[in-house]
């Protein structure tokens, strides 16, 4: 069995609380046990070492936010459980290490990586949080622009890297 | 860049997309995170890349069994590395026994980052050119894949098998002082004859019975030459009768007989050489003592069966390549046709021991107690049988040898083997 990483378990766990949470909130009772059932996944695939897991419990997790979004559930509590996703997913990886030696380098690889991770993704959570209080009315062709800048943008960036 | 970053790409497009068709700005929001994250990874790759690396080993010949510790030091010359992943090569049959062959570590500038294990393994030569490192930002999002030179070998030499000093009497010598009877008058122990005196005899041989007959003359005791022999070890590695059982392989066996032999021959005082019919041929030229047992054992524990090799390549091999009058020594367990390939051997003037493993016993605890397979080996065995006889008949010594039983066991046969062909050619 890999490792037991408190810092990816904790993320993951807060993910399904706050999705759970929000879904539970919203009265739609499908969508907390699509969360526990997905998180119970990940605890027996972690038995079978399992590497792709940690991935898939970020698509479905960001999935189903999505979806509690669209379907009227708190957008807070589905953003923070999509960056807590994110963050257990990240964390999870620092995890697949764990059976190596440990030594100054790779102890300072971990506090460092633990840190830039907690910022990133906590500036981000602060900031789209900050954003679901901002109402500013855009029209749709400038919207249009916009994504359509964005993905561009991904796109020119993913062939240039 | 690497399969997480794309990952999150997809994850942010998507989210976009979901946001543009929906129209609902929180979906936009909840991309925010993800795109942070990307952005933290981008600014915290390295930049200046300059690492160095160098491998050791602990010992550069082991016996089988003997752990080997290798110690990687990677160091790092240029700006700080965020994420340094060092993926060291592993060969087939390598069994790790301390430490760990991967580490993802942070490498300041200036430092050393250092990995170290220790293996066991088989026979075999263990050369590694390059060490793979990933070096990337901490989140491994944007990566370069680098192989930093770093060379470093070492040998696993074939198990000793116990064999005592061998003393065999080739039909050629060489006019250098050594183990093996010569068949000529000089210098030695074994008495030779009697001959008349000469002066410049030692008085100490006089043979005073014979001087007694003869009041007028004096005669002297001779001895028997000791002389150095030319030997020439022939291993055959093809895989077409090199054959395996399990994890094992009948060419184990004969490169223990080869070393056993070499060791023997050589510690007895003859010069030994080498050739290995195999994934190409190795060569060893002729010497003496313990830098040319060295040499040999290093050549026998690099030697892997071939599979490409031809199944005429016994027969073409360049025999001239040993010494005129050597004594061949062939360990090979033997296909149908080889008796041609021997039958050129002896053309060429050489005297031929023929060591052969027998690959019938080696396999026949494989095949399940039946009818058909007890039918099957007895062929098989009346095949060798008749194929044994036809290369003694070319006035070659064989040594039948069934590999379960210790190789010291035929050393008696070997060398009666190889006197009664001396005495029947001479």
Same mark, same amino acid.
């Given at each position: ?7 990816? !378990? ?21 969508? %907390? ?22 991935? %898939? ?34 964390? /999870? +990886? ?15 690889? &971990? ?5 830039? #991770? ?6 981000? !959570?602060?900031? @789209? ?33 | ?17 979901? #946001? ?13 995170? *993800? $795109? $942070? ?5 981008? !600014? ?13 080993? =602990?010992?550069?010949?082991? &016996? ?10 990677? &160091? ?42 220790? *293996? ?6 263990? #050369? ?12 491994? $999002?944007?990566?370069?894949? !680098? ?111 080869? @070393? ?24 060893? *030229? ?14 026998? @524990? ?10 005429? /390549? ?56 039946? +009818?058909? =397979?007890?039918? /099957?080996?007895?062929? #098989? ?46």
């Amino acid at each position: 069995m890999e490792p037991v990483n408190k810092h990816a !378990l904790g993320a993951c766990l807060l993910a399904a609380i706050l999705l759970a949470g929000g879904y539970g909130l919203g009265g739609s009772w499908l969508g %907390v046990w699509a969360v526990l059932i997905m998180m119970a996944s990940w605890f027996a695939c972690r038995t079978y070492d399992f590497r792709w897991m940690p991935s %898939v419990l970020l698509i479905v997790y960001t999935g189903i936010a999505a979806a509690g979004i669209l379907t009227t559930v708190s957008p807070a509590l589905m953003i923070a459980g999509s960056a807590f996703a994110l963050a257990g997913w990240e964390l /999870a +990886d620092q995890g697949a290490g764990q059976g190596e030696p440990s030594t100054a380098l790779r102890n300072l690889y &971990q506090r460092e990586h633990l840190k830039l #991770a907690l910022m990133s993704i906590g500036l981000g !959570l602060l900031v @789209a949080e900050s954003g679901l209080l901002v109402q500013i009315a855009i029209p749709f062709g400038l919207l249009l622009l916009i994504a359509l800048a964005v993905l561009l943008s991904l796109f020119l960036f993913h062939r240039s890297s | 860049m690497s399969a997480k970053a794309n990952l999150v790409l997809l994850v942010v497009a998507g989210l976009f997309l979901a #946001a543009l068709a929906s129209r609902n700005g929180s979906l936009a929001m909840m991309a925010l995170p *993800f $795109l $942070l994250y990307l952005l933290a990874g981008l !600014l915290a790759s390295p930049k200046d890349i300059r690492l160095g690396a160098t491998r050791s080993v =602990s010992s550069l010949r082991a &016996q089988p069994g003997e752990s080997i510790t290798v110690t990687l030091a990677i &160091q790092n010359e240029g700006s700080s590395v965020p994420r340094l992943e060092i993926l060291e090569q592993t060969r087939s049959g390598m069994l790790i026994r301390e430490g760990s062959l991967e580490q993802r570590l942070t490498l300041p500038s200036e430092k050393t980052a250092e990995l170290r294990y220790t *293996f066991q393994g088989p026979r075999g030569m263990y #050369a590694w050119e390059t060490i793979p490192v990933i070096v990337s930002d901490l989140f491994g $999002l944007f990566e370069q894949r !680098l192989d930093l030179p770093a060379q470093a070998q070492t040998l696993i030499l074939p198990e000793q098998i116990p064999l005592r000093r061998m003393f065999i009497q080739p039909l050629h010598t060489l006019c250098t002082v050594g183990p093996n009877l010569s068949r000529l008058p000089g210098i030695g122990v074994d008495f030779w004859g009697v001959r008349e005196y000469r002066p410049g005899d030692s008085l100490r041989w006089i043979h005073w019975r014979n001087s007694a007959r003869h009041p007028q003359q004096f005669f002297t005791k001779e001895f028997e030459r000791e002389e150095m022999a030319n030997i020439g070890l022939l291993l055959d590695a093809r895989a077409t009768t090199n054959l395996l059982r399990g994890e094992r392989n009948l060419l184990e066996y004969s490169t223990q007989a080869a @070393a056993a032999l070499a060791r023997s021959l050589l510690r007895a005082g003859n010069r030994v050489s080498l050739l290995i019919v195999g994934e190409r041929m190795v060569r060893v *030229f002729p010497g003496t003592g313990k830098p040319q047992l060295a040499r040999i054992l290093d050549r026998l @524990a690099e030697c892997e069966p071939s599979e490409k090799l031809s199944f005429d /390549a016994l027969k073409y091999i360049p025999v001239r390549l040993f010494p005129t009058n050597s004594l061949i020594i062939m360990i090979s367990p033997l296909r149908l046709d080889d008796d041609q390939s021997i039958a050129r051997l002896r053309a060429e003037g050489y005297q031929v021991l023929l060591v052969s493993p027998d690959p019938i016993q080696f396999c026949a605890s494989e095949y399940p107690r039946n +009818d058909t =397979s007890s039918l /099957a080996i007895r062929a #098989a065995r009346l095949e060798r049988a008749a194929l044994l006889w036809r290369i003694r008949q070319m006035g070659v010594a064989v040594v039948d040898w069934p590999v379960d039983q210790p190789l010291s066991k035929y050393a008696r046969e070997m060398r009666r083997a190889v006197y009664g062909m001396t005495r029947w050619n001479r």
